[in-house]
């Protein structure tokens, strides 16, 4: 079992930057390939980022080039760092945990990008 708490949403200018937090806690977590996910108003789920335990990244085309998604081993912490934030970037995002089909999901937080 794993359980993920994020934090760091917030209400911030297009152009601004944020960095969301995700703290993990369980058993073998470096196996645990780590992901933010969003939902926009409205919309589906969808992929932002993702990070194995070795470091190996990937990302939305949306988001390459502004998001960096990056985790810390040894403190069992996930984060994101979105700079250029666009209004689209509007949503609930969420920190997840997929290993061996076995997914687990955090609560959400809040971003919302306006002016």
């Known amino acids: 079992q794993v359980q993920l708490v994020e934090s760091g949403g917030d209400l911030v200018q297009p152009g601004g930057s944020l960095r969301l937090s995700c703290a993990a806690s369980g058993s073998n977590l470096i196996v645990y390939r780590m992901g933010w996910y969003r939902q926009p108003p409205g919309k589906e789920r969808e992929f932002v980022a993702a990070?194995?335990?070795?470091?190996?990244?990937n990302y939305a085309n949306s988001v390459k080039g502004r998001f960096t998604v990056s985790r810390d081993n040894a403190k069992n912490m996930v984060y994101l760092q979105m700079n250029g934030v666009k209004p689209e970037d509007t949503a609930v995002y969420f920190c997840n945990a997929y290993w061996d089909n076995r997914n687990f999901w955090g609560q959400g937080t809040q971003v919302t990008v306006s002016s």
């Open positions: 990070i194995t335990g070795g470091g190996v990244t």
